[in-house]
């Protein structure tokens, strides 16, 4: 979500005529868009904050502006206003579409401004969008999240679920898909509940007897000149099973699903406010195995979550066994200011949460490399991004299950579908020759 935030801005200064500057020390504007899901991330933030002023000190005219799911939080901005007086602009999630004209009125009036909406309104649509790749594309679907799960900021900080009109979403589609764009991944806090709130005038498919998501992934499997679908990221307690036939009826969406499940407790899960049980999660694993026997499927999982006790990790590791993740992203919980379980009794000792993560990535790993292994001499459509980080001559791209596979390739392959052959399965990639 936030890599396509940075899309959209990249995309509206380049309508004003900017010029991206790789080297930040160069750079006349420097926009840091921040997320807020992990205690890291905003560690990170002020640590990059204080790095740029430096280049203020050294340059006044430099603009220092700060966007994101952080700045959505009252407590962000008033550290900045107080520890980091000379940022110039701050705003949030909700009014990026109003990004160049806050910009404007910082150059031009030669003033700091904060300007951070507290819900999002109407959705805008057809703002200007710089893509990192022409061949595979970011398309929101929606926005918002109505879960409330109890370690998150997100609801707080994209607000309630807005969901697009799906006219609009398609000929987004068509106009990619014009414009080279093989595969698109389609994107929402909780996909699985696209078209189902009517939030602030929003679409809403029982309101008007319209699409849902399952049937907005029939429509664009019917496209002609898209190859991909994709999509993030799924709520497992609203997980169709119409959605989980399209992946058995629709050739183009990818036979991968991240799932997220966050534990393996039931008793965990409730206190997270997931609205499932373990036994929930697994049958619809079983379903979705059933439907496409050779799914990838990827999760989060967080550890250490408040009352979390080894009977309740143990619960999470049988979990993983049963279910045998591709790979996961896995998470040491980390207290989220405002959240409800900010305030939750028995917080876990940070050695424990330390070495139940240990233990988890461990196996999940182990795992990862065992599943990578099946891959070794069978032939996959793999779409070629760009060089490998691991050699010269070397170049990357994913199976249709999501799987990064290095091969011997050339420039002209980048955006190209090609058959490569699997000649290892190593344990967080796969390596393999081109098939002429």
């Known amino acids: 979500m936030n890599e396509h935030d940075s899309e959209t801005m990249a995309g509206m200064m380049s309508e004003k005529g900017m010029i991206a500057e790789e080297n930040r020390d160069d750079a006349d504007i420097v926009i840091i868009n921040t997320c807020s899901v992990r205690e890291n991330a905003d560690n990170r933030f002020f640590g990059t904050l204080g790095q740029l002023k430096k280049i203020k000190e050294k340059r006044p005219d430099f603009i220092a502006c700060v966007c994101g799911c952080m700045m959505q939080q009252q407590h962000i901005i008033d550290e900045i206003k107080s520890k980091y007086p000379w940022v110039d602009l701050v705003f949030g999630t909700h009014n990026i579409h109003q990004f160049t004209e806050l910009l404007d009125n910082v150059i031009n009036e030669r003033r700091k401004l904060v300007d951070v909406w507290e819900s999002g309104g109407a959705i805008v649509e057809g703002l200007p969008t710089k893509r990192l790749y022409a061949f595979k594309a970011l398309v929101n679907i929606m926005y918002g ?8 900021i997100v609801p707080y900080t994209r607000g309630r679920e807005r969901s697009r009109r799906p006219e609009e979403i398609i000929n987004e589609v068509k106009g990619l898909v014009a414009t080279g764009a093989k595969e698109i991944v389609l994107l929402g806090q909780n996909v699985n509940s696209y078209g189902v ?19 907005l992934i029939y429509t664009l499997n019917d496209m002609e000149g898209l190859e991909r679908i994709r999509f993030m990221t799924s709520h497992p307690k609203d ?4 959605l989980i036939q399209a992946f058995a009826d629709c050739d183009k969406l ?30 619809l694993i079983e379903k979705l195995r059933r439907a496409v026997p050779n799914m990838a499927i990827t999760t989060d999982i967080i550890v250490g979550f408040p009352g ?34 900010e305030n939750f009794e028995n917080q876990i000792p940070e050695d424990v949460k330390h070495e139940r993560f240990n233990r988890l990535l461990k196996r999940i790993n182990e795992i990862s490399g065992e599943i990578n292994k099946t891959y070794e001499d069978t032939v996959q459509q793999v779409l070629v991004e760009g060089p490998s980080k691991s050699g010269s001559d070397t170049y990357a791209g994913r199976t249709e299950t999501s799987k990064l596979v290095n091969f011997d390739g050339s420039e002209e392959l980048i955006g190209k579908i090609v058959s490569v052959r699997i000649t290892e399965g190593k344990q967080f990639n796969l390596k393999g020759r081109q098939e002429i």
Do not use: W
């Not at 997980?239 to 119409?242: P, Q």
């Not at 036979?255 to 409730?270: A, C, F, R, T, Y």
């Open 145 to 152: 999240c109505n879960n409330f799960c109890t370690y998150c």
């Open 197 to 215: 709130s009517s939030h602030e005038g929003a679409y809403c498919a029982a309101e008007e007897n319209g699409m849902d998501f399952a049937d």
């Open 239 to 242: 997980l169709s099973d119409k």
């Open 254 to 283: 990818c036979n991968h699903i991240h799932l997220p499940v966050q534990s393996g407790s039931s008793e965990v899960l409730k206190r997270m406010n997931r609205k499932y049980t373990k036994e929930d999660y697994l049958l």
């Open 308 to 341: 979390e006790t080894e009977e309740d990790f143990l619960e999470t590791m049988d979990l993983i066994e049963t279910v045998r993740y591709d790979s996961a992203f896995t998470f040491i919980y980390s207290i989220r200011k405002d959240t409800p379980a």
